[in-house]
């Protein structure tokens, strides 16, 4: 299964989950890639020891600007491996815009070729609805959505849900959304509002398990490591394994 974890906006903790959910399937003994594909590059730089150290070349720009088989390296996880990001990955959409081949299908037609190696396929999409985001949508066969507390965050939801049904319409008829994930929740905020209109809007498609906002992830990444390895018994921790139970039965 190819999963993009996408959301418009930047905050939400997408690279959080999209790291979380890749280290927890590989604690759990699944073969697992996740691929790096926002230009900040934060997956890359918790998982990959070495990643100051990578040209662009060794990363998926080679793949997105460069038409390049993927570029996998392994992390200190033994199920988990990895297709970095680079910064240079910022000036995709203006060299894309221009490109007359199948633009929106090259992550896919790398993919195709590597994907039978794996159990899950996780995919970190840049905070924006981009050319690097179609990428992403072409290629999954679900999106999984974090949505954090606030207005603008909940507003945001319409147009990433009018992207994916352009790309369903356009290039991947079978993509379908995984569902809405909150995340960031914090009582002290009043989260359980937006929650509350996330569920009367979306109903089924809002996940039954919420993330907590917590310290202990942001000191996991600090020190270069997932919230299974720093904190196993953390609150953002189970709250992360309470969703792989729900969207993989684990």
């Known amino acids: 299964m ?8 930047g905050g939400t903790g997408k690279t959080t989950t999209s790291i979380s959910l890749a280290a927890g399937l590989a604690h759990k003994g699944k073969k697992t890639l996740l691929i790096d594909i926002d230009s900040q590059a934060n997956a890359s730089k918790v998982l990959l020891p070495n990643y100051p150290k990578l040209a662009a070349e060794q990363t998926i720009y080679a793949t997105i600007l460069g038409k390049k088989p993927l570029t996998i390296h392994p992390t200190p996880l033994p199920y988990l491996q990895i ?9 995709t959409d203006i060299e894309l815009t221009t490109a007359i081949d199948h633009r929106e299908a090259r992550l896919k037609a790398e993919l195709d070729s590597i994907k039978d190696q794996y159990e899950y396929i996780l995919i970190d999409c840049p905070p924006a609805l981009s050319w690097l985001t179609i990428n992403a949508f072409t290629a999954a066969d679900r999106v999984l959505v974090p949505v954090a507390p606030g207005y603008f965050e909940l507003d945001s939801i319409v147009q990433i849900t009018k992207t994916i049904k352009e790309v369903q319409g356009y ?3 079978a993509l379908k959304i995984l569902g809405f994930l909150f995340t960031m929740s914090d009582p002290t905020i009043n989260a359980s509002t ?45 709250a992360y394994q309470k969703l792989l139970v729900e969207l993989f039965s684990l």
Request: charged residues 20%.
């Open 2 to 9: 190819i999963i993009a974890v996408a959301s418009q906006k």
């Open 83 to 91: 297709v970095p990001s680079h910064i240079l990955l910022s000036n």
């Open 171 to 173: 290039f991947n008829p």
């Open 194 to 238: 937006s929650l509350q209109i996330l569920r009367q809007t979306y109903r089924d498609v809002v996940l039954k398990t919420v993330i907590p906002r917590n310290v202990d992830i942001r000191d996991a990444h600090l020190n270069k490591q997932d919230i299974f390895t720093f904190s196993p018994h953390s609150k953002a921790a189970l």
